[in-house]
T-cell receptor
Framework: QKEVEQNSGPLSVPEGAIASLNCTYS??????FFWYRQYSGKSPELIMS????GDKEDGRFTAQLNKASQYVSLLIRDSQPSDSATYLC??????????????FGKGTLLTVNP | GAVVSQHPSWVICKSGTSVKIECRSL??????MFWYRQFPKQSLMLMAT?????????EQGVEKDKFLINHASLTLSTLTVTSAHPEDSSFYIC????????????FGAGSRLTVL
């Protein structure tokens, strides 16, 4: 079983719609969860972080975490063409010493159609 | 905000040569930096954790003699791909956290290596 799994997509939504991105993780001791956006040929940029069960909202983005189900999601409201990118789910668990290691999913390609 | 600078952004080299990639934290000190590699349409894979003043910690399957990491100061880590081969062609990305032990990372812009 992969440590972090995402539907690779592509996910296509019309402009203005809600895009829903999902992620599951295998290690129950995972402590922190992140969503990164990566445009083609660029490095990832942090969109949201979530640490406790429930919802966390930031502008048009809402992250949802359910540790019992080992599931984390990202909702993008009022999707814009500029949101078209690959969205990476990342899970952080403690590595050696005090280092925290990020494990990434393969990402979901989102296309927002004008 | 925290900025991580990576250089070069792209490099083309001949098979058998070595390539050095630099990663700098511009406005904070980073005792730990992380090096990732990403092949086309694949996820970011952690290669190694770079620790200032000590040896890097490599992930399973990553050859430490091929991917040399030096973290000589609190703001600079370098990755040297030695005797590069076409299969080493990839997108190499470094990251760092502005707070020691923190789990929010800032990524550099990445370095695209093409080995002919």
């Amino acid at each position: 079983q992969k440590e972090v799994e995402q539907n690779s997509g592509p996910l296509s939504v019309p402009e203005g719609a809600i895009a829903s991105l999902n992620c599951t993780y295998s290690d129950r001791v995972s402590q922190s969860f992140f969503w990164y956006r990566q445009y083609s040929g660029k490095s990832p940029e942090l969109i949201m972080s979530i640490y406790s069960n429930g919802d966390k909202e930031d502008g048009r983005f809402t992250a949802q975490l359910n540790k019992a189900s080992q599931y984390v999601s990202l909702l993008i409201r009022d999707s814009q063409p500029s949101d078209s990118a690959t969205y990476l789910c990342a899970v952080n668990k403690k590595g050696g010493g005090s280092n925290y290691k990020l494990t990434f999913g393969k990402g979901t390609l989102l296309t927002v159609n004008p | 905000g925290a900025v991580v600078s990576q250089h070069p952004s792209w490099v083309i080299c001949k098979s058998g040569t070595s390539v050095k990639i630099e990663c700098r934290s511009l406005d904070f000190q980073a005792t730990t930096m992380f090096w990732y590699r990403q092949f086309p349409k694949q996820s970011l894979m952690l290669m190694a954790t770079s620790n200032e003043g000590s040896k890097a910690t490599y992930e399973q399957g990553v050859e430490k003699d091929k991917f040399l990491i030096n973290h000589a100061s609190l703001t600079l880590s370098t990755l040297t791909v030695t005797s590069a081969h076409p299969e080493d062609s990839s997108f190499y990305i470094c990251s760092a956290s502005p707070r020691a032990g923190a789990n929010v990372l800032t990524f550099g812009a990445g370095s695209r290596l093409t080995v002919l």
